[in-house]
């Protein structure tokens, strides 16, 4: 494992993310080079016209981007995002599958694909972090 000792360990320090936590977002699963992030979507994640509201998915794969970049090393910020939806999400759950590309000595590049339930692509996100000194 990286950084944190176990997924419980993880979970226990993004407690600290309110925005994402307070939005129902979870640490599903964390390995080496990755994570797994979920949430349930309710109607307090909906826009105007009834469909998930963009921040609400990009905030989801922000966050698998952070538990998983962070598991690499602590602590990494986001240092360019870029994301393509896809599709309206169907059902009530998203995922974000977060998958390490490259870590280097400063920068790290990770590929986080949402999905929902039925596991039709939602957004499709490349993540460079930068690596801060402690």
Known sequence: ?????STDEAREFFRGDRFATDNGMRIDELFDGG?????????AHRNAYGGTMGGVIFTLGDFAF????NNDY???VALT?????TAQPKGKRLIASSK???SGRTTC????????????????????GFKLTQ
């Open 1 to 5: 494992m990286g950084t944190f000792k």
């Open 35 to 43: 994570c797994v992030c979920s949430m349930e979507l309710t109607d």
């Open 66 to 69: 952070a538990v998983s970049s």
């Open 74 to 76: 602590q602590p990494t």
């Open 81 to 85: 995002v870029n994301v393509n939806f």
């Open 100 to 102: 390490c590309v490259k």
């Open 109 to 128: 590049v990770y590929d986080i694909r949402v999905t929902d339930e039925t596991g039709r692509d939602v957004a499709l996100f490349a993540c460079t």
